[in-house]
């Protein structure tokens, strides 16, 4: 008996099974070009905070004293990295622009603050300026880089990235959610910075 074998329905085989693999391929690419684009958003964060540290630090060396506070509780006068009068400013420090005393506008970002708060693990819900957060004499007080409005998943992946764990109120990066409200899909991140001057 010879079996008889159609060369057409053998390239639609072939073609099915190359569509598929292409198709698979496709959804993998896809996904790893998703998460290249994810990580490189939570490497941005991350780096924009780490700048508004370094330089707040500069600002301190040069200048040897704290941020004044602003009138917002715990806020510190990040205008002052942009334009100052005082003695051995070399700034200016980065080249946001300037939305109020306490805040600068950094793209991607609402605001770019610098608030004075203690580094013990924060409690929830973190109420920003009340007693347990805000800086007192004999308090262990650091400078926080605050990056507003960051999507959940960023500032999540931020704390892996910066502590390696998901722990919103403990390390060195730290996520509260705007009005203490959870339901929010989005967070501000606070990135723990140099100490306060002596």
Request: proline share 4%; with cysteine.
């Amino acid at each position: 008996m010879c079996l008889k074998i159609n060369k057409g329905a053998m390239f639609g085989l072939d073609a099915r099974i190359a569509l598929a693999i292409f198709g698979a391929l496709s959804v993998i690419s896809g996904a790893a070009l998703y998460n290249a684009i994810q990580y490189s958003k939570v490497v941005s964060t991350v780096t924009t905070a780490n700048e508004l540290s370094k330089s707040l630090e500069s600002y301190l060396v040069d200048v040897g004293e704290n941020l004044a506070y602003s009138s917002v509780a715990s806020h510190r006068k990040i205008d002052e990295l942009v334009s100052s009068s005082k003695s051995n400013w070399k700034g200016p420090y980065v080249s946001y622009a300037v939305s109020a005393d306490h805040t600068l506008v950094v793209p991607a970002y609402t605001a770019g603050q610098i608030l004075t708060l203690v580094d013990d693990a924060w409690v929830f819900p973190v109420l920003l300026g009340s007693p347990g957060e805000q800086c007192s004499s004999g308090s262990n007080c650091y400078n926080w880089i605050s990056l507003s409005n960051v999507p959940n998943e960023i500032a999540t992946a931020a704390d892996l990235y910066v502590d390696g764990v998901a722990n919103r109120l403990e390390g060195n990066l730290r996520l509260v959610y705007p009005g203490n409200d959870s339901t929010k899909t989005y967070s501000h991140i606070f990135l723990k910075g140099p100490p306060l001057l002596n």
